[in-house]
């Protein structure tokens, strides 16, 4: 089944930026659908980014023209640039066999949350 693995989290000043990596594992038709959500400490988790499987990219509002999301073979990254304080949260990486019909419609919404498959977070701190 499928497996993911964050990394690239850390500490960074306001401005700063940082790139975060998900390796993932298993079968491929598994994961067509990758995405990253976030959730800071006493707040709800907060859908970041998607990238589905025919290369759309989808943003949270608060992240677009900020952070990117790509993808290497099994690797997903997520490049977050002019990081913010805000933008403090635990990221985690999430994937499933489809991205949902509704984000061609309405956008990113909360997908990344209800995606099957998601890893154990890596944080990131924004001062």
């Given at each position: 089944h ?14 700063g930026?940082?790139r ?24 709800e988790r907060?859908g ?8 759309s ?20 990254h ?6 913010k ?6 990221y ?26 998601r890893?154990?977070?890596t ?5």
């Open positions: 499928v497996q993911l693995v964050e990394s690239g989290g850390g500490s960074v000043q306001a401005g930026s940082l975060l990596t998900c390796a993932a594992s298993g079968p491929s038709y598994e994961r067509a659908c990758m995405g990253w959500f976030r959730q800071a400490p006493g707040s907060e970041v980014a998607i990238l589905d499987a025919d290369g990219e989808y943003y949270a509002d608060v992240v677009k023209g900020r952070f990117t999301v790509s993808k290497d073979k099994s690797t997903l997520l490049q977050m640039n002019s990081l304080p805000e933008d403090s949260a635990m985690y990486c999430a994937a499933d066999q489809f991205c949902p019909r509704q984000i061609r419609d309405y956008g990113l919404g909360d997908i990344p949350l209800k995606l099957t498959y890893g154990q977070g944080q990131v701190t924004v001062s």
